[in-house]
């Protein structure tokens, strides 16, 4: 068996990039690669994972360094010229429009044996020549996502409230409710001829626009404070397309939100129309995309980002503000006390302490430890609060009080 | 008169100011001439009016009349800090109007003629809070060094419930493109109504903004 030691600490991330995936895509089946680096490389055995075809062991994990031993578990079926040139026959086909379930099958075994570089290259080959990214996204990455989603699911990381991902997903759920209502009346509006025929429907539409219009701070939240970190960590393309289905919705939302609310505006038939495009799109897309996030986006977050880019997130997505749907648990503030006084500081606590829902939750920043307020909440509010240290000094010390009775 | 705004915006006092620079370069008539930085003008470099825009001219305004109280204030010759973080809720356009009317920049501003005009770093953003209620600003003269600091209490507004929570019915309407032409109206006079409220009557000014000096 041949080892390969490739050590990367220290270098830049392009050139740690051409010493990486080059080596690991050149690994026989039974050779191994072994990668040396200064951090835990989290997003990239995240992505060796999913392509299923390394066996992955650590040799060392940290403090100072990590190795992480690649070894290649299966042959690839053919070269990658020849791959290139049959996926990108296959594009052809499902670029036609009706795909036969026979394509979409050849497609899945294709892509089973096909790694995510070649994808790529084969990709930015058909954007050249004139495909648009819109019809690879549509037709390519729904196929190999129906391949993955049992195993992204099976192997979620979940976290609790008041975790920014807790949130994102708990409003996801309900986003995922407000679509397969769109989904619904999209399908009744197939069977009515007139406006008489929908009913309380037109005023339905316009709920659900509403509620999609105002999923917007979700959509912000994500691209300010979790796509913009996961580009400095070096995670580049995954957030890129997040960012472009968010562009696609928001032009739909849009456009559904317009049409909802000027509905007197249009002829029946012409109503109809636009709202089954946009219903049946969003439906379709923004729920294959809430998987997406949820399985793929977010666990890559969950892995690369530390306790105190969380805590950072946190304040982000506070200041930012969440929709009218988000739980009520999510509504948690920051009580940066060293810019208060003293002898005012107990008082703003148990004012918000207060105005707090059960479920809420407020973070409060000292200069100290506040063990002293620990006490007095354990006096005069046993089992009814949850006290959680995100930061234990050494300057600054950060506490999450919940609300929990 | 401007003909392109409301009628109100020609009631909003105009804020003088001497700009130095510009009398050198010779853009002036006079060298000595006075610049006036109306609400108008403010309107314009923000491409939009709201409440805060309004609150900070008036920031603006009330803190250089009471560092000026006999002279007009020089341009480029106050350093501005905004007691916030400058992608911090609306700290950052607040930013904009103080250095739209006083000069003071942030770290892309003019360098400089030699070592005279420089407008780079006069403009400030400190993420601390002075006053937990309140957004703080402190206006400096380079000249004398005499300060002011700027309490703006925007949420004790004088400003009807009912009329606020008509605005938070209408807004989304609005900006998505989903009001009726009665609605965009109601929306517009409803918003202006408020910053009128706030730029041209002061209505109960002292509540919601103080003016301190501040003692060396």
Known sequence: ???????????????????????????????????VVEFNPIPLVFMLKAREEFDLKFEKEGPEEWILNVNRIEKSKANDSTKKEYLKKLLQELKKGSVSEKTKEQVREFLSTVDAKTLGIVEQELIKEGVSYEEIRTNLCEIHLDMLRDSLAANRIEVQSPHPVHTFMEEHKVILKSLEELGRLAKRLKKAGSFKDVGDDVEKLKEISHHLVDAESHHQREEDCLFTRLEKHGVVEPPAIMKMDHEEFRKRKHALYKLAHHHGDYKFEEYKKQAIEYGEYLEKELTNHIFKEDNIIYQICLQVFSPEEWAEVKKECDRIGYCCFSPAEMETHTLDLRAIPPFQRHHKIFEMWDGLKKGGSFTIINDHDPKPLCYQFEAEYKNQYDWKYEQEGPKDWMVTIKKTG | MNPIFRDFFNDIKPIKMREQLVGISGAFRTEDDVLEYSFADTVKMAGHVCPTVSGAYVSCQKALEKLYPDEIPVRGDIAVTVYGAPDDGVYGVIGQVFSFVTGAAPNTGFKGLGTRFKRKDLL????????????????????????????????????????????????????????????????????????????????????????????Q
């Open chain 2, 124 to 215: 400030k953003f400190k993420d601390e809070r002075i006053d937990p209620s309140a957004m703080c600003f402190e206006f400096r003269r380079l000249d004398n060094k005499k300060a002011v600091l700027v309490k703006f209490y925007s949420h004790k507004i004088p400003y009807p419930r009912e009329k606020e929570a008509r605005i938070g019915e209408l807004i989304q309407k609005v900006v998505w493109d989903g009001a009726t032409g009665a609605e965009k109206k109601e929306f517009q006079e409803l918003w202006t109504d408020k910053v009128k409220t706030i730029v041209l009557d002061n209505k109960d000014i002292d509540k919601w903004m103080k003016v301190e000096s501040v003692i």
């Open chain 1, 1 to 35: 068996m041949a080892i390969r030691t490739v050590d990367v600490r220290g270098l830049e991330h392009s050139e740690r990039e051409m010493l990486i995936f080059p080596g690991i895509e050149e690994l026989k089946p039974g050779d191994m690669f072994r990668l």
